[in-house]
């Protein structure tokens, strides 16, 4: 899942239009499939608790004021999903990409769809090299994505499909993407717990990097992909 815009950059002036974010966060969570129902249980609990929906989804962005809470319950709500992932140790991956070093630098960034395409290939790399560590090394990998598009247009989506399959075809200098399933998969995040959960741990990173506040970030630190005991550049990659 993804927060902050992808775009936003002004080409004539060279620089981040204003009130844009400086980054763009996509976040991704690794659950093999015979778990997923316990943390759709949690996940639904926490929602009755807070007297939401269970089968709605409430998004990382989500004001409190919409659903009819005070700011303290949505805070307090968000630290017990973050409490979810922590019993599934090297599950999270985070990509922050610094947009206007890579508008900048990168010739092969124009767009917004090349700044997704990137993160997404980097989100894929380290989830290869954790799936690989196991010793099923030809374990299927099956990738959720929340739609982009609508049901008018699914253009984003057809592009981010596009840039999943390069993806998956020319793999990296590191690694090969063998177990990844032929198709990117994209579902309504009301029906997937686990989409869910990818949306508010790349809410607590983006806060952490775009805002100075590791509130959230702290909690979810234990569950994120780990090399050498170290998060850096492992499960959290900050692209500058």
């Known amino acids: 899942m993804k927060v902050g815009q992808p775009g936003g950059f002004d080409e004539e002036k060279n620089e981040l239009v204003k009130n844009t ?3 763009f966060v996509l976040s991704g969570f690794m659950i093999d499939a015979n778990k997923i129902l316990c943390v759709e249980e949690t996940l639904k609990a926490i929602k009755i608790k807070y007297g939401l929906n269970p089968y709605h989804e ?6 409190y004021k919409e659903i009819d809470m005070e700011y303290s319950q949505i805070m307090n709500m968000k630290k017990e999903v973050m409490e979810i992932v ?4 090297n599950s999270i991956v985070g990509i922050i990409m610094d947009k ?3 508008y900048k630098n990168k010739e092969f960034i124009k767009d917004h769809n090349d700044l997704y395409s990137l993160a997404l290939h980097l989100l894929m790399e380290r989830f290869c090299m954790q799936i690989t560590k196991s ?5 299927p990998v099956m990738l959720f994505a929340d739609s982009r598009g609508n049901d008018k247009n699914n253009r984003l989506d057809k ?3 596009i840039s999943y399959l390069r ?16 198709s990117l998969i994209f579902v309504d995040s009301d029906y997937s717990a686990g989409v869910q959960i990818a949306d508010f741990c790349a809410g607590a990173i983006f ?3 775009e805002n100075k506040d590791d509130t959230f970030f702290e909690i979810l630190k234990p569950s994120i992909r780990k090399h050498k005991n170290s998060i850096e550049g492992a499960g959290i990659k900050l692209y500058k």
């Open 135 to 139: 010793k099923n090394t030809k374990v």
């Open 207 to 209: 806060r952490k990097y």
């Open 21 to 23: 974010s400086k980054y």
């Open 167 to 182: 993806a998956k075809n020319m793999g990296t200098h590191f690694v090969k993407f063998p177990n990844f399933c032929d």
């Open 58 to 63: 409430i998004k990382w962005n989500t004001k």
């Open 159 to 161: 592009n981010l499909q």
């Open 86 to 89: 922590k019993d599934y140790k």
């Open 100 to 102: 206007e070093y890579c």
